[in-house]
């Protein structure tokens, strides 16, 4: 690809800008990887631990491992990493189906939770938690922060857990950080102190020197084809915290007579292992492009969010498009300058578990991960193109260019 000098001088720029914020970001993934790599020593991680292991996997002690690095790393009393966890939904379903029975109530204060969370929680004859007579209710965010006042109110004997979620999902909103999240677990623990509190923490891990695990939460749950996986990890997901907590979710993944004692893995451990090591550097790769994408976006002129230097809760960046063929436009460049299927060109799609056709842009190594550069956008007004990822910054910077080619130039 020949860039145009416009297109190159206008990636120069934003970056040049942006000397400041990237020393920031290179601070936390320094202290983030000093964290992994102490678990990784502490738990004598050896290379017996990437052992494959099939049938039932009692004492599979890759697995039995690396949970107990996860729980190390978030914080956590203890944690379940599992490739038998099929994606960041199947993790949040598992942990609200294992900690939540009949007539519990769920709230969850972060207004409408992840879009395919919606039929689990309120599907009809589907299996849904209200299908088991589970009861939900839902505070809306104020300015986009946690209403915590109404929160308060609607908390009463039955809820028995509070829902937050991290990232901005698809709405037009920053992600909350840790310290928003810190705040609000302390009013709602001198509200009703038995209470359990979970995070979806998709998109959230390693943006912060800390997880929400570490002011109060009791679970936080995500996916290992985001942010854990280091965009090694083949699949998975995981759910970290309280013991308790983890035993019913355990309970559920299985079976509640076998919990964590089996599964096995016939591929091996490895690439979790890896993943894990390497994700503070991927993550941070991952925000260095989100900035440079947000502040090539927002100098020509469009709404972006957070704005450039604003604070970063998520590796997300959104940005506004005037038309329907803007964001088309824009996820087919991102499309192009992937490494995988660049010559497959995205259109909107109706996906299972989404209110509204969405178009994916993911010409990743994994499929669907969005670790790696990768933009999506329910396709209703008004037109926001979600864009996250990128294994490398350099990778990200390559795709701004193609990026601006074509909505400047039509290439
Ligand atoms: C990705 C994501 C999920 C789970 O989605 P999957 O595609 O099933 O992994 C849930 N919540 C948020 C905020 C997410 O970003």
Redesign the pocket.
């Known amino acids: 690809m020949n860039f145009t000098e416009q297109t190159k001088q206008i990636i120069e720029n934003a970056q040049s800008k942006l000397a400041h914020a990237f020393e920031y970001v290179d601070d936390i993934a320094t202290y983030n990887q000093m964290k992994v790599l102490d678990a990784f020593r502490e738990n004598n991680v050896g290379l017996r631990h990437f052992s494959q292991t099939n049938g039932y996997g009692y004492d599979d002690i890759g697995r039995d491992t690396l949970c107990r690095l996860f729980a190390q790393i978030f914080g956590g009393e203890s944690a379940i990493v599992s490739p038998l966890i099929v994606?960041?939904?199947h993790a949040?379903s598992l942990a609200l189906y294992g900690v939540l029975r009949p007539n519990d109530e769920m709230i969850s204060i972060t207004g409408s939770p992840?879009d395919?969370l919606k039929e689990v929680i309120l599907g009809d004859g589907n299996g849904s938690l209200r299908d088991f007579g589970v009861k939900y209710q839902q505070v809306e965010l104020k300015n986009g922060k946690i209403d915590v006042e109404n929160t308060l109110k609607k908390i009463n004997e039955n809820t028995k857990l509070i829902f937050i979620?991290r990232?901005r999902?698809y709405e037009w909103r920053n992600a909350l950080t840790v310290d928003d999240i810190k705040v609000v677990i302390k009013e709602i623990r001198a509200c009703k102190a038995d209470i359990c509190i979970m995070v979806?923490n998709?998109?959230g891990e390693f943006i912060e020197k800390i997880e929400p695990t570490q002011v109060g939460a009791d679970l936080i749950v995500g996916?290992l084809i985001?942010n854990p996986g280091g965009g090694i990890a083949p699949t998975g997901g995981y759910i970290c915290g309280k013991s308790k907590f983890i035993d019913m979710v355990a309970g559920r993944l299985t079976a509640p007579s076998i919990g964590l004692e089996v599964g096995s893995y016939a591929y091996g451990y490895k690439d979790f292992y890896q993943g894990i090591f390497i994700a503070p550097h991927t993550v941070a790769q991952a925000i260095k492009g989100s900035m440079l994408i947000g502040q090539v976006f927002h100098d020509l002129g469009f709404e972006t969010m957070p704005l450039p230097g604003g604070k970063c809760g998520d590796i997300i960046r959104s940005i506004k498009f005037n038309t329907q063929a803007q964001l088309i436009d824009f996820c087919r460049a991102i499309q192009e300058a992937s490494p995988i299927d660049s010559n497959v060109v995205p259109y909107p799609w109706d996906m299972p578990g989404y209110e509204h056709q969405v178009i994916m842009a993911a010409g990743t190594f994994v499929a669907g991960a969005s670790i790696e550069l990768s933009a999506d956008s329910p396709i209703k007004e008004p037109y926001i193109a979600y864009v996250q990822g990128g294994l490398t910054y350099e990778h990200v910077k390559i795709a701004c260019m193609y990026c601006v080619e074509k909505l400047l130039f039509n290439k």
Request: some cysteine; aromatic content about 14%; proline content about 0%.
């Open positions: 994606s960041g939904t949040l992840y395919t979620g990232s999902g979806d998709c998109y996916s985001k």
